[in-house]
């Protein structure tokens, strides 16, 4: 029985922001595999594990630390969730969009996402970074079955324009800022947790996609339903199956996401640092 609800989700945003001065929060940040999200600059006003937040069953996943951390500069405020839920740890859809429900509830405009991804184009390499600007959903579940589409309206929302086209802009004019190429791509979200087979890595370039992962999408859809502005950042981690000798492995995401951590960083001090300034024009 799915023990997360619409009611127990306000409830445990409630709750949260009665313990917590959130300020007014400008957008929500997502760290995906290996990756670690830090913005100079903003001060750390609280971090809380998710087992104290979330309510159903969690389980431990190695390049996740699973917390919200809570940052403040001056009256204003940015959530950093630190990891999140996936359909192959035994999440249920309604507990892996857990994440940005909850940060729209608590007053985030923007989500602002990380993924660690292979590349299906084999111009890409580990390192590269891919802005999303769609994706295929072939995880065979939507975020909005059930209760869940009935909560906001619409129940069915239009999913043109799922990444902001304005927040994309944004990535890739912080990426040639910050001294680095960013390509615009579509990310193909997969089940898991068994890598891809090169069978099914042609299909998914003939469908085309431009880099698989097993995460982002039912969050996606989660915060489109909610109103957010979206904007999804794919680290490329490896080569898919059958463009590389290389054997898969989720050590070597980890490794790329570490090394690859100063350009991430880069950007988001630049994505932030320009919403701070929209909002004080």
């Keep these: 029985m799915e023990t997360l609800t619409p009611g127990r989700l306000e409830e445990i945003a ?6 917590h001065d959130t300020g007014r929060v400008i957008a929500a940040l997502v760290a995906g595999s290996g990756i670690t999200l830090a913005v100079p600059g903003w001060t750390e006003a609280a971090e809380v594990s998710y087992q104290a937040i979330f309510p159903f069953p969690h389980h431990p996943l190695a390049g996740h630390t699973p917390s919200l951390t809570l940052l403040r500069k001056g009256p204003l405020g940015l959530l950093v969730f630190n990891g999140r839920f996936h359909l192959y740890q035994g999440y249920s859809a309604a507990e892996v969009a857990a994440i940005p429900r909850l940060a729209g509830l608590l007053g985030a405009p923007l989500y602002v996402l990380t993924n660690a991804a292979g590349a299906l184009d084999p111009s890409l390499r580990p390192g590269d970074l891919v802005v999303i600007e769609d994706h295929l959903n072939l995880q065979g579940v939507n975020a909005l079955v059930g209760e869940w589409a009935l909560w906001r309206q619409p129940r069915f929302p239009d999913m043109t324009k799922a990444y902001d086209p304005t927040l994309r802009r944004w990535a890739l004019a912080g ?77 070597e995401v980890m490794e790329v996401g570490a090394i690859a951590r100063p350009r991430l960083a880069a950007l988001l001090r630049q994505l932030v640092a320009r919403l701070e300034e929209e909002i004080n024009h």
Aim: hydrophobic share 50%; aromatic share 4%; net charge negative.
């Design 14 to 19: 409630a709750v949260f922001a009665a313990h």
């Design 175 to 251: 990426a040639r800022e910050a001294g680095f190429t960013a390509q615009q791509g579509v990310y193909a979200g997969v089940l898991g947790p068994s890598f891809e087979t090169p069978a099914e890595v042609r299909m998914l370039r003939a469908l085309g996609g431009t880099v698989v992962g097993m995460s982002t999408v039912q969050e996606v859809i989660a915060a489109r339903h909610m109103g957010m502005r979206v904007l999804g950042l794919s680290l490329v981690t490896n080569l898919a199956a059958g463009l590389s000798d290389t054997q898969l492995t989720h050590e």
